[in-house]
Each structure stands twice: as C-alpha cells, then as structure tokens.
C-alpha cells in the first residue's frame, strides 16, 4: 500500500529514484557544485571587478596576477584577465548550450526517423552520419570555419554541424530497439500518424540516452570551441572566449605563462564538471554503458 | 567472407563519396581562394591573377571542377598542389612519416599505460587506486590536448630546459636520441587523452571477461590469479580493444593536429592547416579523402582482426 | 674570379655624398657581386662551413617564374642569378650582363623603346652548359607563355622582337617607353633554356622540385616542410660562394624561430625576422650580432574611398589626428618601426622627408569634424546627411600585433565620436577579392608599395589600377586624382634618376595632403645573426635577408 501510494500520489520528482541515485553520485554532484560556481562567477563577475573586460591600459600591459586590483594579471594590451576570463566564459558557455541544443536536435530527429523509418531512408542517413564521423572532426570544423564568418552565432552552428552525429547513433539504435515493442504496435492498430508515434510515444522513452548524450555534447562543444578559437578560425577578438584568450598565448609563454594557464584552467574545469555531470546521469538514468 | 568484404567495400565507396562531395562543398564556400596570397605583392596585377584563375581551372563552374577532380582520382590522379606543384600523393607522402611516428609513439604509450591502469582498476574494484584512475581519466578526457601541450613546455621547456620545445629534431643530428627527445613531450601530450580511453574500456573490457564462465574454470583448476589474469582474462579482454584502435584514428588525427600545432612538428596535421590557410584546395582535399580512407581501412582492418581472432564472430 | 674592369660603378658623386651622410660602415660595403670589394673582410680560399638560415614561411616555389612569395625568393637569389641585380642602396649592378644599360651608355634608346644587353661570357649552369643569350630569349618568353602559370608578367608583356645577335649579345623592343622594367629585372631570374625547352609542360616539370641555376649554390635537397639544402657552386662565375652548406630552415612559428636562434640551433634569421618583442632581449644577447634595418613595407589604415564615411577629408584628416600612433609603436611594437608619413621606404632614394608629421591630439580631431558638420548622434556616433561615421576595420586573423593595434584605435576613435567595428578574415580570403575588389570598409596591411626598388607606384595609386571600377592594378583604397595620374604616366616614361626623383616627392606630397590612406609606420626588420658570421648585408630592396649568400662567410 505505502509503495502504491508513493507511485500513484501527486509525484515528488526530487524523491524519485533518479535523483536519488544523482544525488549519491559524488563526483556529479561535484560537478554541478563547479559548473554552478563557474555560471555564477561568470554572471556576476564582470559586475564585480574594477575593470571592463574591453578597457585597454597599454601602461599596465602584462601585470602578472595580483598586481592592484588585477587578481589575474592583465593580457598584452593591459586588459584585466579576470574580466576577460569571466566575460569569455559567458561566450563560451553560451556557445557550448546552444551548440548542445542544436546538435541535439539535429540528431535526435535524425536519428528518430533513421530508427523508425529504417530502409533506404535510414540507410543513407546513416551512412550521412559515418560520413561525418569519418573526418577527423576538426578538419571539417576548421573548414567550415574558415569559409564562414565567424560570428559567436556562426560558431555555435558549426559546433552543433559537427557534434549531432553521436546523438543520431544513440537514438537510432534506441528508437530501432523500441520500434518492435507492444506500445509501438499498439499505437500503430490504433492508427496513430508516424509522427505521432515517433515523437509522442517512442520519443519519450529514449530521453535517458539523450540526456547523456546531450550533457557530454556540452563538454565536447567548450572544448571544439576552444580548438577553432585556439587556431585563430573561431570567435574573433576584442570579444573574449575561452579559446581566443589562449590564441595568443603560446607567444607569452616564457614572460607571460599565466595568460596561458588561467583561460585553459577554466576550460578544464567546465568540462571537467559536465563530464562528471554526465556520469552521474548515466548511471541515475541506467543508461547502458557503452562509452566513457 | 568474400561477400562481407564486397558489401564493405561498396559501403566505403559510397563513404568516400560522401565525403569528398562535403568536403569540396565546404572548401568552395571560401571566399578568397589560393590566389589570395599574391593580392598584396605590388607586382600582380589584376590581369595577372585572371590569367592564373583561368589556368588553375578555378573560373569553371563548381560541379565540373568536381567532376573533373573526381575523374582524375578515379585514374590515381591526385592533383597537383597549388603551392609548389609537386603531386598531391608526393606532398602528403612527405609529411606521413612524421605523423606515423608521432601517432604510432603515442598510441604504444597509451595501450601500455592503459592497459595497465585498465586492468589494474578492474581486478582492484573500487580500490583507492581505481578511484583516483577513474576520476584521473575524465579529468584527462577534459584537458584541452593544446593547453596540455602548453603547460608542458612551460615546465619541461622553458622552466626545468630538459626537452625541447618543439621540431622533430636538430638539424644535421639526426640520430636516434635526438628524435626520441623531441619526441616525449609531444607524444606524452597527445597520448594523454587515449591513455584515459583505453584505460576506461580496458577496465569495462576486464570487468566483463572477468565474470565469463571460464575464468571461474581456470580459477577452479588452480591456477594462480596471476595467470588467470594474464592469459585468459587479457586475452579475452583485448579483443575488444582492437576494435577500439581503429575507431579512434579520427580522434588520433585530431589530436595530432592540435599537437603538431603547438609543437611545430612537420606532420600531416600542419600541412592541413598551412594549406588551408593557402587555400591549396588539392592538398586539403587529398588530406581529407587521405584521412577519410586511414578511417575505413582501421574500421575494416580491426573488424576482420576480430573476426580472425573470435570465431564466433560471424562476419556478414 | 672576374676582372675589375668589368665592373662599372653606378653611383654619382652625389650618391656617395648622401651615403657617407647617412653613414655607418656596414652601410659602405659594396655588394660588388661580381668583383670582389678591395675591403672585403678575409673569406676562406675555398668554401667551408655550413650556415643554417631560418624562415616562419616554408619556401615550396622553385621555378623563380612561377608565382611565389618572399621566402621563395632566398631560394632564387642562391640558386639563380638574374640580368642585374638591385644592392642596397638601391642602385642596380650588373649580374649576368657586363654593364647596366641605361641611355647614357646606348644599351636602352632615347626614346627607351629599343634595348641592347651584353652578357657575360664566362657563365655556366649548375650542370656545366654555358650560359647564353639564348637562356634570357627563353626566360622572357617563357614569362609570357600564355600555358606557362607566370609570375608577374608586368613590362614583360611590352616585349617584342627579341633577337639573338651572339651568344653574349641580344636585343628587343619595348612596346612602349616603360622605366621601371630594367628594376623588374633585378627580380626576373634567368632558367635554363636547355632544360625546360624539353617539357611538355613546364608548370610541372621536374626542374620545378629541382632547380637547376647559375647562382653561387646548388640544389642539394628539399626535406618538405622541414628545410632546403643548398651546396656551394664552386665554378660560380662572381664573387664566392665562401661557404660549403647553405641550409633554409622552416619553423612555423615566430617564437619558437627566435628561440632557435637564442639557442644556436640557427645561424640567422630571415622573414618574418624576429619579432618586435624580443628585439631588446635579442640585442643583448651574447655572440649574437643583432641589428635594426629599415624595411620596404608601410603599415597603414587603408580606407575604402567610395564609402560615404570616408568621401570627406576631413573625416580622414579627423582619424588620422586621433591615431595615437607613439603610444602604438612604443607600446605595442616596442618601439621597432619608425613613423612615416609616406607610402616610400625611407631608404629608397625617392623618399619625401618634408612631409608634414602627424600630431596625435583629440581635441583637435573631434574640432575638424564638428566644423565639417558630423554631428554626434543620440548614441554619441556621429552623423551627416544620413551617414553614421561607423565602419568595419578588417585585416588577417591570427595577427596578434595588428588585432590589438585595431583595439587601441577602436577605443581611441570611440573617443572622438566614430565607430570601429573589428571584423577579420583568415590571410586567404582577406586578401582575394575582398581586399582587391575593394569590398572591405577599412583595412590594415603592411604594404611594399614599390618593386625592387622602383619608385613607380602606378599600380597603388592610379586611377586605372582600380579594380573595382574596371581597371586592373591593386588600388584597392579606389583613390583617385587627375593630378597624381599624371604624374605617375610621367614617371613611368623617364629613365633620368634626378627627373624622376623630383615627379615622385611631388606625387608624396599630394598623397599626403589627400590622405587616401593612413600611414601607422615604415616596418624595421630585426636582423639577428650568430657574431663571426660575416659578409652579411641587409638590403630592403630584396624582400629577404639571404638575397646575396654568395657572400658570406664564417670568420677564419
């Protein structure tokens, strides 16, 4: 009777099983704890500090960390690092979620309708899929980058054009496995459209993987970010990214290192946290284990 | 057999398709283009650049530009590179071997220290050992391969001077020794991420064979866990791990270069992106499908391999 | 070893005067290519060393014909000899022909249309085959071959009628009277007739991957995107070689290039040279000789002309005014290049010195436009007749000088009501047709103006070298005036130095009071070499230091 009533009464989400055993999970917890503190720093930070991430002092150029009011130190054209690390990691963050949503659904519909479609339709999107997947996906990304400008939007879209392939395999394989089973078929006697039976019913029940997927996409999508800025083809300066910041870096190194270190310590830790986020998630949704 | 190689290859035809049709497309999109490099030297005049456009065969429309590409790779034909006219194969050959061994160094040290963290996570579950591998490996898989590449120069290079920062060695040393020391620091960076893959599936890869009824035969037979681990349950336990290899060459090209980036060493990577930059469009096209083939031909290779090795695998 | 006689020094009396002026030794060495300087310091008898250049570029262009850039030409300059070539004074010495022809001697006619070269008799290619006029027949022909994928083929095209009179003697005519063709030649390297006449085609012969010179070194070996090896040419025909091993090294990276020079794992830099912000570290270093030298190349703010923002003068006179340029160059460049006024290297004998300085004050700017009616706006940018002063500053991503110089003038022109937006392009598609059909809004970019030394700047700055409106050439800032058109038509006709000098300071002049573009600074170039090195000479008119390796040599 107790059981019943805890399934069948108004349902408390944050008692269920899932968030239970999120909760349990140490390492994901300390990775929503850094990514929270990381959101927050960068939301606030900027409002917080002396100086605009954009004001230039060319007389206080490569102050190290802890110079007056410069706790980072400043870049090469005197700005303040902090305020740049903070404004970037919106940019970079923001990049990263809507890169996530996009090449989310990107392969979440392509992978539902390879899935339940199957046949020549779901043949040639699949072989779109290992198409994709067998660049090297920076060579793709740095082409695409090159030959668009890079805006933080365009950026984004090409973030998202080379991150959806993964998710379309999960789902694929998710929707494939479920197109057999009894709600399926009673959906179809019922005379349901496929649409409906794609997105209301098969749908739903593949969420688990998807969350996953989409978690670790966010991961990948900071990193990408940082490798194109890194090489000089993605967001481009004065507006700071985690990856642009490093740009420049490699030539400072010897008089400079913490223009190198405190932008790329930031990335390791933002990916760092969704990566343990996204393994406290597989194992609260039991999500087979077939990555890392 | 023979019709599960037939089936591959036509499949990896339709692959390559594919790609080159994406990759020419992306290519195209490039404003600009490889006669861009000439649009500050004071003596080119426009003329100058129209004659070459017409005798590069660029003011031609893009699908026969394709067509015409596509032609001539069909008969071995890879094109000339635009920057030195050499032939695209004798470009990108040149540039192999120092990818190969950069690759090739980089992955023996991540099977060796992978395998190792692997097992040894397995057979001591939960461990503190364990623990600290498994959070080590995704904060490995989370480093940004460049910045990792970065932060050691600035130790080994610029603070302690015990390795080189960069090159794939001295000009007129060409021994041994000398490649081997320009070769740790940029082969630790790049295997950083793969020891944490293999390590990761080594362990799950253990766990698994582990639990297999005949370890526990072996074990009952009184054989020493020892042995038991080392020949049944490694044995067993690599087989995936083959498949593993081949999946991750894109992610190894990636990688490397990133790496050859920041490390100035003369391999395919930089020649992807120098020609990019020159917009040396055969280059970067015979890299692509160059890459793209290296992908299919690791796929291919490790699911025979297996096959081989695993009977019950049956191949169709 | 060749006689002395067959040397005829170009310099007037004046030349020496102005030289000894500007003084400074190095500056008085002579690059006698083909007769050894009486104060030549003492080269080994026969060549012994190695010396190991390095570039930031990888040379790939062997064939001097074909399209290349500034780090081909090291290549060129060691492997090949040209007609002439242009020394560091700007003054042009004989190389394979035994005089420069010029009116005065009858080798070019009054009219300058008819030309007569004598070459030298004693030249042979790297495989043994003498040398003839036949070579230079070939070469020029070569050049505008219409399946050949030429280089420049500018003043080439005006030949006609080439004939071989002997061996060591030939003739053509120009199509018309066009001066600065004798400079282009000091760039035109001689190929070997004997060779390439066998290919089918020539844009893919084997003597592309090997060349084959008559320059003081020989082709060794090409490990690809590593380094060139060159050996010493010991039957070369002018002064040395006096070293055994020539090697060009490629090091991608301008920091990591520097870097192996500090550590001696090369013996001298070449393009891009070192750069600005080691140049008072690498000055200090021991047993390093490290030396600042004048450049070709102006940095400048090039304004596209026929955007509504830039039409006005004194919108150009207003932005130039707010360019903090001392805070730039001292701040950003670490004081390396000097301000210049001009688009002239500062070295070349056509260099306008009296140009009124630009004087960085705000005030002053922010009065020009108020009196010229831009009034500020609700959002504080300023407007007339409709037109916001905004514009789009553009230039290649990925140079990180330049990106901060954009960011300082974008907070500095925010200052005085105008806005600078920051849009860059990777160098491919920067400089296509963006830059060349004039579709950028504003642009920086370091621009050699003139072509081994010529003052002729016809395709810069004449009104028929602007693409955009139909005409072929590289004015891509769209300037034009009727006056300057003039002058340039006039100076392409004249073959006198002192006529010459005086069209081109006036054309300086009005270009400086038009303002089509925005002068930041003439580049330096930080030379650095190991100290024992010697023979080594900076030259501004040839785009790299190796252009004359056939002189150097290790101390004994």
Known sequence: MTALAANAGPSRWWRSRTVRRFTSHHLALLGVAMITLLTLACVFGPHLLPYDSLYIDLRARFSPPLTGDHYLGTDPLGRDVAARLFMAGRTSLLVAFFAMLLSTLIGTLVGVIAGYRGGWIGAALMRTVDGFLSFPSIFLLLALAAALKPSPAMVTVIVAVTSWMEVARIVEAEVRSLREREFVLAGRMLGLSGTHIMFREILPNAMGPIIVAATLTVARAILLEAYISFLGYGIQPPLPSWGNMLEGAQQYLDSAPWLAIIPGAAITMAVTSFNFIGDGLRDALDVRDDRV | ?316 | MTERSNTKSNYSRRDALRLMAIGGAAGLIAPNLLGKPAFAQNPPASPTGRVIVGFSQEPTVFNPLMPHTECDDAVHFSVFDALVRMDSKGVLQPNLVVEVPSQKNGGISEDGLKWRLRLRDDVRWHDGKPFTAEDVKFTLELITNPKFRAWRTAGHSLVRDIKVVSPTELTWRMEEAFAPYLSFLAETFMVPKHILEKEADPNAAAFNQAPVGTGAFKWAQRIAGDHIELVANTDYAGEGPYLERLVFKYIPDMTVLYTQFKSGDIDLVDQAFITADHYEEASKLSDRAVMLERGASVESIYLNLEKPQFKDPAVRQALYAAIDRKAILEGLYYGVHTPTETFMPQNSYYYNPNLPAQEFNIERARQILDEAGWVPGADGIRVKDGVRLSFANSTTSGNHLREQTQQFLQQTFAEIGVEMTISNLPAAVMWGDFWLKSQFESAISGVTNVIAGDPDVSNRLHTKAIVAKGGKGSNTGQYSNPEVDALLEKGTRTFDREERRAIYLRVQEIVRQDLPFLPLFAYANVFGRKEGLEGFEANSNARVASWHAAGWHWKG
């Open chain 2, 1 to 316: 057999m023979r019709g599960f190689l037939l089936n591959r290859l036509s499949q990896s035809l339709i692959l390559l398709l594919i790609v080159s049709v994406i990759g020419f497309v992306v290519l195209n999109l490039l404003p600009g283009g490889p006669l861009a490099q000439f649009g500050l030297d004071p003596g080119m005049t426009q003329d100058d650049l129209d004659r070459l456009k017409v005798q590069l065969g660029l003011n031609r429309p893009l699908w026969i530009q394709y067509l015409d590409w596509a032609w001539r790779l069909l008969q071995g034909d890879w094109g000339h590179s635009f920057r030195d006219g050499a032939t695209v194969l004798a470009v990108i050959g040149r540039h192999v071997f120092a990818t190969l061994l950069l690759m090739g160094t980089s992955t023996a040290i991540a099977i060796a220290i992978g395998t190792w963290i692997g097992i040894r996570g397995a057979t001591h579950r939960y461990s503190l050992f364990d623990h600290v591998a498994t959070v080590g490996a995704m904060v490995a898989l989370s480093i940004p391969t460049f910045w990792f590449g970065l932060v050691g120069i600035y130790i080994f290079s610029l603070q302690l001077g015990w390795l080189p920062a960069g090159n794939m060695y001295t000009i007129g040393d060409g021994s041994v020794l000398n490649y081997l020391h320009h070769l740790i620091l940029p082969s630790i960076v790049l295997s950083l991420v793969h020891v944490a893959i293999w390590s990761r599936y080594m362990r799950t890869a253990t766990l698994d064979a582990i639990s297999q009824d005949f370890v526990k035969t072996a074990r009952a037979k009184g054989l020493s866990e020892r042995r038991v681990i080392m020949k049944h349950v490694v044995g067993n336990a690599l087989l995936p791990m083959i498949t593993l290899a081949g999946v991750q060459l894109p992610s190894i090209l990636t990688g490397a270069l990133v790496t050859e980036t920041v490390f100035t060493w003369p391999g395919m990577g930089r020649l992807f992106l120098d020609s990019l930059g020159y917009s040396d469009y055969p280059v970067v096209m015979g890299l692509l499908m160059f890459s793209a083939i290296l992908v299919i031909l690791g796929n291919l290779i490790a699911d025979i391999a297996v096959a081989i090795v695993d009977p019950r695998i049956r191949l169709g």
